[in-house]
């Protein structure tokens, strides 16, 4: 359709219903949609899937989830097969990104008064940096399965990260742009725009390519939209 696109309200339908749902413009977003995509919407491979992540207070001050604001779980519901979570079909894939701020940078929250302030001393000393833990159901199965790994090593720069990770980076700081967000930092359209470019890779489909267009479609915009807070990069 066109016109009045309501996300929220179809996002909700689809979560209660374990379904999908996509928002169709044009025919090259049908093709993608209704053809290449089918199988992968149409097959549950996985339900409920939960990820929980623990980062290491001897190096990780702080951290943020990027996005998923109204897809949390409680830390107790990782554990409880009775709550319902996401559902994964054949060939489907999901990035979760976190902001994060290393042991020994300036803090930006106030501490604890009340309770416990974790800090890197009282941390035990390993070179862990997270344990992440993943949970999932069989399509027809009632319990579900666990998968741990800790992740270890130093600190790497992005431009040394794969093609994958920079396209998903350059995507979500995109949508931080567009929403105004107070942690899209020094990020603007063009270093966006630069980053999602040279993380395109093979792109055989063109979607990466498309992506970038829009980025600079939206730069085209700015001085007509700048009114527009959901589109302006300054506050």
């Known amino acids: 359709g066109e016109g009045n696109y309501q996300d929220k309200k179809m996002e909700l339908l689809a979560d209660k219903g374990n379904g999908n749902y996509a928002y169709l413009d044009n025919l090259d977003e049908a093709r993608r949609v209704l053809v290449r995509q089918f199988g992968g919407t149409l097959f549950t491979l996985a339900k409920d899937v939960k990820l929980q992540v623990e980062f290491n207070p001897a190096r990780v001050r702080e951290y943020r989830l990027i996005g998923y604001e109204n897809r949390t779980l409680a830390a107790e519901d990782f554990n409880n097969d009775r709550k319902d979570a996401g559902e994964m079909g054949a060939g489907h894939t999901v990035t979760a990104l ?16 009340y309770q416990p302030n974790p800090s890197a001393q009282s941390a035990p000393a390993t070179t862990d ?5 993943l949970r999932y159901k ?11 790994r800790t992740l270890r090593g130093p600190a790497a720069p992005l431009e040394g990260a794969s093609e994958n990770l920079r396209f ?3 995507v979500a700081q995109f949508g931080m742009l567009l929403r105004g967000s107070d942690y899209r930092g020094t990020a603007t359209l063009e270093t ?4 999602a470019d040279g993380a395109r890779g093979k792109d055989t489909e063109g979607y990466r390519a498309e992506l970038v267009r829009l980025i600079k479609l939206t730069v085209g915009l700015r001085p007509a939209a700048a ?7 300054q506050k």
């Open 129 to 133: 940096l997270m344990t992440v833990k």
């Open 192 to 195: 966006t725009a630069k980053l």
């Open 138 to 148: 069989e399509p027809q199965g009632s319990a579900s399965r666990l998968f741990e």
């Open 168 to 170: 998903a980076a350059a």
């Open 98 to 113: 976190y902001e994060v701020v290393p042991v020994g940078a300036p803090t930006t929250v106030d501490k604890l008064k």
């Open 227 to 233: 009114q527009n807070s959901e589109f302006s990069t």
